[in-house]
């Protein structure tokens, strides 16, 4: 009996088919098995612990002695009967609707699971880039593209198993897609944007963009063919239809900018001033924990504007792609520790009030010192005044600000956009 055995499988496995009959057979047995423990993991909640466990070595069982006789049907090996026999019958068994439907429905499943897997296997890297930003796009629209191909695949071999002629069956679906077609002109013109924003490379997931001049802004969490959708800063989240964008306005591609800007007051030695915005500016450019966003040197544009409330100067800085949020803010903390430190003032907004040419009288009023009674205590002197200062000379003159350090922040800025930080 082995020696009969051994001719009939070595006479079998040379033949192609025989291998290829093998393969299919083996993916099969898989994609059932899997449909078996998805089931099986759906009844947990609900059935003992050991009885599921017991379910799934049985349907392990199963499955392996089911495929061991297939394929000694297919190999041709009569030395084996039982096997042969049981493989011969469930031939005959798949032949039917039922188990076709069962199979087409398992290879389904283990199709969409594995597109899944493989697209989170996809991680791009954690530097910003237009690399990083393309990877994450077109892994979600291909995952989805795949997904939807495995379900039309799958619901017209559903419908050839149960005997329909799927051929005539398209042909009347594509006449009713057409008809419907001219009534959701909106549904095409949304796949053909989205289409034309993937080939260009428009924009993607991850990148910061404005709809619509200003109507809409946030970060992009999602992109396909039909939608963007948009998450604003306060955490809501914007689904935009493709079709209805007409501008978009990206603040991170290729390369961002920072509009450094400061006002001072019309008093201040501008020329001092300017020396000290190209210092802090510099200074920022040099920081070993900022330089390597930088893409070039500060260009220190000067007096820019002359303002009602004061003279502004602007520097621009040239940096990578979604950090100039932060640097922005570094640089207005640091450019106002160093106005303070060299006595310029950062102007307040002032008014002007014209009382015309008559005079005016102005009446100073003293409030009335309470008599003293016995028995009251005595009311503290006041302080004497410094030597050589009148007293009252310094009343109104604020108290000199404590020296703080510039280059180190006692908080890392936030890479977070805000809608001012779009302001030029």
Not at 40 to 61: F, I, N, Q, T
Not at 347 to 374: C, K, M, W, Y
Not at 384 to 396: K, T
Request: charged fraction near 15%.
């Amino acid at each position: 009996m082995l020696e009969q055995l051994t001719e009939q499988f070595l006479q079998s496995i040379q033949t192609p088919r025989a291998w290829v009959g093998l393969a299919v057979t083996l993916v099969v047995a898989y994609a059932l098995y899997r449909f078996g423990r998805t089931l099986l993991r759906s009844l947990e909640r609900h059935l003992p612990a050991r009885l599921v466990w017991g379910l799934k070595w049985m349907w392990l069982l199963l499955v392996g002695v089911g495929w061991l006789a297939v394929a000694a049907h297919l190999l041709q090996l009569s030395a084996l009967p039982f096997l042969y026999e049981y493989g011969q019958g469930i031939a005959a068994w798949f032949g039917h609707s039922a188990a076709q439907t069962l199979v087409v429905v398992a290879i389904a499943l283990i199709a969409w699971n594995l597109v899944g897997a493989l697209a989170h296997r996809i991680v791009p890297d954690d530097e910003f880039n237009r690399r990083t930003v393309r990877v994450q796009t077109l892994k979600g629209v291909i995952e989805s593209t795949l997904k939807v191909a495995i379900v039309i695949i799958s619901v017209i071999a559903v419908i050839q198993s149960l005997g329909v002629n799927a051929t005539s069956l398209l042909a009347g679906v594509s006449v009713l897609g057409l008809a419907v077609s001219f009534g959701a002109q909106s549904l095409v013109k949304d796949l053909f944007s989205g289409f034309f924003i993937l080939l260009e490379d428009q924009y993607g997931v991850g990148d910061v963009i404005t709809v619509n001049t200003g109507l809409l802004s946030g970060n992009v969490e999602k992109l396909n063919l039909r939608m963007t959708a948009l998450r604003g800063l306060d955490g809501t989240l914007h689904i935009i239809p493709n079709g209805q964008i007409n501008t978009v306005s990206v603040s991170s591609k290729d390369w961002s900018r920072v509009v450094a800007t400061v006002d001072v007051t019309y008093s201040a030695n501008l020329n001092d001033a300017l020396r000290v915005l190209k210092a802090v500016s510099d200074e920022l450019a040099a920081d070993p924990e900022w330089k390597h966003f930088f893409l070039d040197a500060p260009d220190i544009q000067g007096v820019t504007q002359l303002a009602p409330d004061g003279v502004t100067l602007r520097a621009l800085f040239k940096v990578q792609p979604k950090s100039q949020y932060a640097i922005g803010r570094e640089f207005n903390r640091r450019i106002k520790i160093a106005m303070d430190q060299a006595g310029i003032s950062i102007p307040s907004p002032q008014r002007h009030l014209n009382f015309g040419d008559g005079p005016v009288e102005i009446r100073l009023v003293r409030d009335p010192v309470p008599a003293r009674t016995p028995g009251s205590p005595d009311t503290p002197a006041p302080a004497a005044a410094p030597s050589g200062h009148a007293p009252g000379l310094d009343a109104g003159k604020a108290a000199p600000l404590p020296e703080q350090e510039r280059t180190q922040a006692p908080i890392t800025p936030s890479m977070t956009r805000d809608a001012e930080d779009d302001r030029s």
